[in-house]
T-cell receptor, first 113, second 113 residues
């Protein structure tokens, strides 16, 4: 079946550090890939997406590239801020007609000043 | 643009009581999803609708849970009777198209005493 595996958290970094949160997936067909972010007390918000191989999604300084060969969609940011502290979810949908979003378990990120 | 609107934001009630959670999807979106989020189990899909028709309810935990979507602009998730283990944050999300991202509401934080 379709699945998403994320880097175990929690992750704690200092402000201006480089961030990578790993995400790998298993899917049949050609899924779309997403990163969602959840700030405390809020719902999930779409951060970025990519719909085909080698697409790069980007938003708010975050980037992720859809790598079909390695079935990965790692999230990166060059210089994190305290306001980036949140839980990040990798997800896929559309694999072989499946309409559901399949989420990873989430990675809690804390940025210290 | 109004996002997905959920009500109530918080609900505290005693076990055995009926609980009704409400969701108004984004206008024009034809798919609606109900999720439950807990610390132990993460984000779980309960049920989703396409064009007001339930497509997959395999995530609904028990017969105590039911969901309806009487029209394109309204859905309810009902728990009867409620139990303490139902305490969680319940999210509603909507989407237009198969590979498009889902848009989440701010959730209903449910506490069953």
């Amino acid at each position: 079946g379709n699945s998403v595996t994320q880097m175990e958290g929690p992750v704690t970094l200092s402000e201006e550090a480089f961030l990578t949160i790993n995400c790998t997936y298993t899917a049949t067909g050609y899924p779309s890939l997403f990163w969602y972010v959840q700030y405390p007390g809020e719902g999930l918000q779409l951060l970025l997406k990519a719909t085909k191989a080698e697409d790069k999604g980007s938003n708010k300084g975050f980037e992720a590239t859809y790598r079909k060969e390695t079935t990965s969609f790692h999230l990166e940011k060059g210089s994190v801020q305290v306001s980036d502290s949140a839980v990040y979810f990798c997800a896929l949908s559309g694999a072989q007609g499946a309409q559901k979003l399949v989420f990873g378990q989430g990675t809690r990120l804390t940025i210290n000043p | 643009d109004a996002g997905v609107i959920q009500s109530p934001r918080h609900e505290v009630t005693e076990m055995g009581q009926e609980v009704t959670l409400r969701c108004k999807p984004i206008s024009g979106h034809n798919s609606l999803f109900w999720y439950r989020q807990t610390m132990m189990r993460g984000l779980e899909l309960l049920i989703y609708f396409n064009n007001n028709v339930p497509i997959d309810d395999s995530g609904m935990p028990e017969d105590r849970f039911s969901a309806k979507m009487p029209n394109a602009s309204f859905s309810t998730l009902k728990i009867q009777p409620s139990e303490p283990r139902d305490s969680a944050v319940y999210f509603c999300a909507s989407r237009v198209g198969t590979n498009q991202p889902q848009h989440f509401g701010d959730g209903t934080r449910l506490s069953i005493l």
